[in-house]
């Protein structure tokens, strides 16, 4: 089970840092992702990272300004997102892989979280 956290309002510019929670499973034996979800759009891809946290994967649209990370020892994911634009408003949502996979592909991971409502106001 995955429990995200962290979303709210914030003015562009600004910064929030998201967390994901894992229970129930070894959360290092995981690949994580993160994925966002606009009004009205398909939900993308956001950044991923593999379970010993080796070199992360980004959207174009975040690099440099998001930065994906995890502390195996809490069983915790985080995005902490940086330079906050309108365009970054969706609900977020972190998932997870069984195994040293990850990928931008969001059919590829078996677990989800609930989604947390980022808005950034202009």
């Known amino acids: 089970q995955l429990q995200a956290s962290g979303g709210g309002l914030v003015q562009a510019g600004g910064s929030l840092m998201l967390s994901c929670a894992a229970s129930?499973?070894?959360?290092?034996?995981?690949?994580v992702g993160w994925f966002r979800q606009a009004p009205g759009k398909e939900r993308d891809f956001v950044a991923a990272?593999?379970?010993?946290?080796?070199?992360?994967l980004y959207a174009g649209s975040v690099k440099g300004r998001f930065t994906i990370s995890r502390d195996n020892a809490k069983n915790t994911m985080y995005l902490q997102m940086n330079n906050l634009k309108p365009e970054d408003t969706a609900v977020y949502y972190c998932a997870a892989t069984p195994g040293p996979n990850y990928s931008d592909y969001d059919g590829g991971y078996s677990y989800w979280g609930q989604g947390t409502l980022v808005t950034v106001s202009s």
């Open positions: 129930g499973r070894t959360f290092s034996n995981y690949g």
């Open positions: 990272l593999s379970w010993n946290g080796g070199k992360p």
